[in-house]
């Protein structure tokens, strides 16, 4: 019977490391029940790794180990060192890979509690790597990442920005169809459709992190640079970048801070980050399609709502809740029509 013991001892004596003995658990920040993080014994030292298995179902696993070695070549986004990785494992356990461990706390679950200088400083630095992504890696053509014969391509790719925005968005609208958030689909539709005017239909597709939130980045508050490491590289498109800043101003500010002040100090840190990596306008008509891309991100986030907060109590449900139904208020109205 398949249990996680079970199946990190076999990735262990597979893999080959020496050990006397080890440890794990499950990181927190909402990381997915296929992460562990593993302390070895040897000798009377220990050190440290991170197993991840590939999930049930029809999941392109394989891009994720590649993509951590595609960026930390070619940029300086800090990433995990990828130690072993096993397409076909010998052992009876799915798939999987094993990285360095990198230590830091995980920043979804200290973010709100840091100081404005500390979530400056994030800020800034998170738009330093972005820029960094997307000034060093681009595709021939919008879509999703997946990998072929070891190499990187785009999946089902499309020619427009424009056309490939609006079925990622519809994709997202109908995840909605089984969810408590059903009743906004056909609102959210109304308003987006003569939107879509808006969005650019050219434009060079850049690298995109489609997860790029508190909960998948560790940071180390006394470090010069904060961010100490990207995680999560399995949600990844060649989408154009102001999509992704848009996302991160949202995911990061706009649905976690209500002053303006506050909102407008950090995000005035992430555009200054990102332009020190990359050229941007961000006056360039950015700020009329923001909340139409922030929209198709929490239309995502409600989607995967259940998935997210299965492990929360009732209370933590019905809060979380009511903050989605806020967050789609303010943005369904802010949508350009």
């Known amino acids: 019977m398949s249990t996680p013991e079970r199946d990190i001892g076999a990735v262990l004596d597979e893999s080959g490391p020496d050990y006397d003995g080890f440890s794990f658990e499950t990181p927190g920040g909402g990381h997915q029940s296929d992460v562990y993080l593993v302390t070895l014994d040897h000798g009377g030292e220990q050190y440290e790794v991170v197993v991840k298995f590939k999930p049930p179902g029809d999941v392109p696993f394989d891009v994720e180990p590649k993509l951590h070695e595609y960026v930390a ?3 300086d986004v800090p990433v995990p060192r990828i130690l072993v990785f096993e397409r076909d494992p010998a052992v009876d356990v799915p798939p999987y890979f094993v990285t360095e461990r990198v230590h830091g706390e995980n920043l979804a679950e200290k973010f709100a509690g840091l100081s404005t200088d500390h979530r400056q400083r994030i800020l800034r630095q998170a738009g330093e790597i972005l820029g960094d992504m997307h000034s060093e890696i681009g595709f021939e053509a919008f879509g999703r990442l997946d990998l072929h014969d070891d190499r990187l391509i785009v999946r089902d790719w499309m020619g427009s920005w424009r056309e490939y925005f609006e079925q990622l968005t519809r994709t997202h609208l109908s995840r909605l169809d089984e969810t408590r958030f059903a009743d906004v689909a056909d609102r959210a539709t109304s308003r987006i459709e003569p939107a879509l005017d808006v969005v650019p239909e050219d434009g060079v597709p850049r690298l995109v992190h ?3 939130r508190p909960a998948n980045l560790l940071f180390d508050p006394g470090a010069e640079a904060p961010i100490t490491a990207v995680l999560d590289w399995q949600d990844v498109l060649a989408a154009l970048p102001e999509y992704n800043l848009a996302q991160t101003e949202f995911l990061f500010i706009d649905s976690s801070f209500r002053d303006p002040e506050t909102c407008e100090t950090l995000r005035s840190a992430f555009h200054e980050g990102y332009r020190s990596q990359r050229s941007m306008a961000f006056e360039d008509g950015y700020e009329e ?18 998935a997210a907060f299965a492990d929360e109590s009732g209370l933590a449900q019905a809060r979380a809740e009511a903050q989605y139904r806020q967050q789609f208020e303010r943005l369904v109205e802010a949508v350009p029509s």
Not at 289 to 301: D, G, K, M
């Open 73 to 75: 070549n070619r940029t």
């Open 289 to 306: 399609r923001r909340p139409l891309y922030q929209l198709s991100t929490l239309l995502w986030r409600m989607a995967g709502f259940e």
């Open 210 to 212: 489609d997860d790029f």
